[in-house]
Nanobody, 124 residues
Framework: QVQPVESGGGLVQTGGSLRLSCAAS????????TGWFRRAPGKEREFVAA????????DFADSVKGRFTISGDNAKKTVYLQMNSLKPEDTAVYYC?????????????????WGQGTQVTVSS
């Protein structure tokens, strides 16, 4: 099974940008969709964005629409999350999941492997 490896997190000021990368360690992403989730301190892990490989389609949580974009390389080895206009409430550990799917209208990573996460901190 492909193991996602995240990178690109860091400390940024409000309004700044970061680009997270998720590399497919040990192969390529072979699922229908790969996605990003995040967990803020004291909160449950929540969906952020998903990339559908066949059509290049994307879906986003309402909280990040218009600010985040998701993309993947043609070799299906890396998924990127471009985060612009960052806010303090975007502070979280961001996790990549190799195989995400819509279940009951909500994106789930129940069937895919998780990366170790990368910390994003947005200062006010």
């Amino acid at each position: 099974q492909v193991q996602p490896v995240e990178s690109g997190g860091g400390l940024v000021q409000t309004g700044g940008s970061l680009r997270l990368s998720c590399a497919a360690s040990g192969g390529t992403f072979t699922s229908r969709a790969t996605g990003w989730f995040r967990r803020a301190p004291g909160k449950e892990r929540e969906f952020v964005a998903a990339l559908g490989w066949s059509a290049g389609s994307a879906d986003f949580a309402d909280s990040v629409k218009g600010r985040f974009t998701i993309s993947g390389d043609n070799a299906k080895k890396t998924v990127y999350l471009q985060m612009n206009s960052l806010k303090p409430e975007d502070t979280a550990v961001y996790y990549c999941n190799a195989d995400v799917a819509l279940m009951g209208g909500m994106w789930s990573g129940a069937f895919g492997s998780w990366g170790q996460g990368t910390q994003v901190t947005v200062s006010s």
